[in-house]
């Protein structure tokens, strides 16, 4: 299969028209932007917002002179960043390695650069190694504890992509997956685990299988075509009242994780405000409309800035 990188600007059909992935990158380099869908930041925000959460969580319920230097802090979020973007961008390059198959029977992603042959395979490979080292060097900049638990993540992002073929729970691998820095944050400020990350790792996971099962519907239509599976098909028309009890949960598990870290109030004036997001996006959602689906999803991200202010105004509150 012949790379076409470099023999004219592709377009991939869902990706963001006008975003600087496509106009400031170089031609030959852009394909791989896409391949890391680096025009589409929800993605890595998601993934980022979890290890924010309990990075300031941890700093909050520091005892005296265990707190870390505003210069620590600030340094291991920038390296969540960039683990956040990496390691976001390889995920979306493996998968779309292993389901080179199913996108190009798919409208929305027939056109991605590998089933469109932008890139070939072997060069693919090549990008999803790159990202790799780019996380693995991230990695090692905490400590022991947190690079160890790191590693365990990937035997959980490896199977991912083969799960919509199994099991109608994809969105529960990838919450495992995308929820995992609510227990490193947590780790690199304090060396060990405790309950309340692991009670937020919970509710980052069941606030990942609403968000997820909100996008999935998008391409319900395609995933019966082709017979994969996914919440949304599993849940169909009663996804109103599975997403009530996913969000209810999250929030109940974020409420006994502040609980239990002894959080001040800034904490859960934030989460109560998120609460309420999430019952707008209940309240609005149209399955049937796949536009307003992707807008419901993205604003996912609003939620994680709002948890992200309160925890942090609850460190000086």
């Given amino acids: 299969m012949k790379d076409q990188a470099t023999l004219g600007e592709g377009r991939v059909a869902d990706a963001v028209r006008g975003h600087w992935a496509d106009t400031l990158l170089p031609a030959w380099f852009r394909p791989y932007a896409r391949l890391s869908r680096l025009e589409r930041p929800i993605g890595w925000w998601l993934l980022l917002w979890p290890c924010l959460w309990s990075m300031t969580l941890a700093v909050s319920t520091a005892g ?66 790159a990202q790799l080292l780019i996380g693995l060097f991230v990695l090692l900049q905490f400590n022991s504890y947190t690079i160890w638990l790191g590693f365990a993540s990937l035997s959980v992002v490896a199977i991912y992509p083969f799960m919509k073929r199994i099991t109608h729970w994809p969105q529960l691998v990838l919450g495992l997956a995308f929820s995992w820095g609510a227990l490193v ?42 017979g994969v599976k996914s919440t949304a098909l599993l849940f169909a028309e009663n996804t109103r009242e599975w997403l ?17 870290a002894g959080v001040s109030w800034p904490a859960f004036v934030g989460l109560a405000i998120a609460a309420a997001h999430m019952g707008w996006q209940i309240w609005t959602l149209d ?28 460190i000086w509150a």
Wanted: glycine share 10%; charged share 15%; aromatic share 12%.
């Fill in 64 to 129: 005296p002179g265990s707190i870390p230097s505003v210069e620590q802090i600030l340094y291991y979020g920038a390296a969540f960043w960039l683990g956040a973007v990496a390691m976001r961008g390889a995920g979306c390059t493996y998968n779309d390695l292993v389901d080179q198959n199913i996108d190009e029977k798919v409208e929305r992603t027939r056109s991605r650069p590998l089933p469109s042959h932008q890139v070939s395979r072997r060069n693919a490979w090549g990008w999803l190694i």
């Fill in 185 to 226: 944050g947590w780790t690199a400020i304090t060396g060990q685990l405790a309950l309340a990350p692991v009670m937020m790792y919970l509710g980052a996971i069941v606030w990942t299988i609403g968000y997820d099962t909100i996008y999935a519907h998008q391409d319900k239509e395609d995933d019966v075509m082709i």
């Fill in 287 to 314: 399955i049937g409309n796949a536009g307003q689906c992707l807008t419901l999803f993205r604003s996912n991200t609003q939620i994680g800035w709002i948890i992200f202010a309160g925890l942090l105004v609850s």
């Fill in 244 to 260: 009530i009890l996913f969000y209810a949960v999250m929030v109940l598990c974020m409420v006994l994780c502040f609980a239990t």
